[in-house]
């Protein structure tokens, strides 16, 4: 029984839902992760310059007033596709000498439902959950609570999932 | 004009597009990592609140790069409001300004409307809907759909999954629902 839990706790993450697992087999030292911090700092910062967490902004997005965010998140992706090409052709390994794997994400109807309801906040909020931390960093203070609600959002989601239509 | 004032005007899309874009094989390259955010806000309800629900018993401390990853966020959020911060207010759409008006919406000092998101609003209905339901809406969306802008529309599209293609139209057909639709009556309360 233990063993059966197991195996399904590991469908769950790593098939159904995650689009974040970490793909890594190997374990470091806690101080690895200042990588990240540096990562996550250069991200930051271009949401805040290109003003990507300003709620004016994305009010000119979803009310085609402006082309700017179009074309930040369209050269962002043609960049993406750019650069994931050019690590499957070179073959291009990890700092770690690990091969870089990449995970199919199955279709299933909450991409449409859940797409609609995070549209929906997205617009209130002016924020997806990236801007909502750098938010936070630039001393809008008050959009802790927003993030707040988005783990209880998050929760709920986990709490009533065998329920939902998927 | 020195690079420390370009610096600190607002970035043109196609410099700050292309530079998130590198985000991803960035990820990848330090520790093949697949670049996506709202998995954060899972992880904290597995760290703190798991409550034996199955959806958050894994072992999220090996997820644990993506909350460095966030705390990197923050503080550029700091790094970019403290040393970088454009000094002028915001330029917004001429139109939009004017409906915004109507909502009396009129100031552009910050990224963010502090008519909308300060503290004492928070006590109103309109604030609850725009802070609290908003922020709700985000997490459990995102979780439903299996990720959010970055792990969909940025991560998923990079990698040509037509799954992500839909989550993202999807994201799009709810923002322009809630903008257009749904927000100016938000906007009247």
Redesign the interface.
């Known amino acids: 029984m233990q063993i059966s839990t197991e195996t399904n706790k590991d469908f769950e993450v790593r098939s159904l839902d995650a689009m974040c697992v970490n793909e890594s087999q190997l374990t470091h030292k806690w101080y690895h992760n200042i990588k990240y911090v540096i990562v996550g700092l250069a991200f930051g910062i271009f949401l805040v310059k290109a003003e990507i967490i300003s709620w004016f902004r994305i009010q000119e997005m979803f009310r085609l007033q402006s082309f700017h965010m179009y074309g930040v998140i369209g050269s962002a992706v043609v960049t993406g596709i750019i650069a994931v090409w050019l690590l499957k052709k070179f073959k291009v390994k990890t700092i770690y000498g690990e091969v870089i794997t990449f995970h199919p994400k199955p279709f299933n109807m909450g991409q449409v439902y859940g797409g609609l309801l995070f549209g929906l906040g997205w617009a209130i909020t002016g924020a997806c959950p990236g801007p909502l931390y750098a938010q936070i960093g630039t001393g809008a203070w008050v959009i802790s609570v927003t993030l707040i609600s988005a783990v209880a959002g998050t929760w709920l989601y986990g709490y009533i999932r065998e329920k939902l239509p998927h | 004009m020195n690079i420390l004032e370009l610096?600190k005007h607002?970035?043109?899309?196609?410099?700050?597009?292309?530079?998130?874009?590198?985000?991803?094989?960035?990820?990848?390259?330090?520790?093949?990592?697949?670049?996506?955010?709202?998995?954060?806000?899972?992880h904290?309800?597995a760290a703190c609140?798991p409550?034996n629900?199955?959806?958050?018993?894994?072992d999220w401390k090996?997820?644990?790069?993506?909350l460095?990853?966030?705390?990197?966020?923050?503080?550029?959020?700091?790094?970019?409001?403290n040393l970088?911060a454009n000094p002028e207010p915001?330029k917004?759409?001429a139109?939009?300004a004017s409906d915004?008006a109507g909502y009396g919406i009129t100031d552009?000092s910050?990224?963010?409307?502090t008519q909308?998101?300060?503290?004492q609003i928070?006590l109103s209905l309109k604030g609850l809907?725009?802070?609290?339901?908003?922020?709700?809406?985000?997490?459990?969306?995102?979780?439903?759909?299996?990720?959010?802008?970055?792990?969909?529309?940025?991560?998923?599209?990079?990698?040509?999954?037509?799954?992500?293609l839909?989550?993202?139209?999807?994201?799009?057909?709810?923002?322009?629902?809630?903008?257009?639709l749904?927000?100016p009556l938000?906007l009247s309360l």
């Open positions: 610096i607002p970035w043109p899309w196609y410099v700050a597009g292309p530079l998130i874009g590198l985000t991803v094989p960035a990820l990848l390259i330090i520790g093949n990592k697949t670049f996506g955010i709202s998995s954060s806000l899972r904290v309800c609140i409550a629900i199955p959806f958050f018993k894994y090996k997820e644990i790069w993506n460095f990853f966030v705390l990197g966020i923050f503080l550029g959020g700091v790094i970019a409001m970088l915001i917004i759409n139109k939009l915004l552009y910050g990224l963010m409307p909308l998101f300060n503290w928070l809907i725009i802070i609290v339901l908003g922020g709700f809406l985000v997490g459990f969306g995102t979780r439903y759909a299996g990720g959010c802008t970055s792990g969909h529309s940025i991560m998923g599209l990079s990698t040509l999954q037509w799954p992500s839909v989550a993202t139209v999807c994201f799009m057909v709810g923002g322009f629902i809630m903008s257009n749904i927000l938000i």
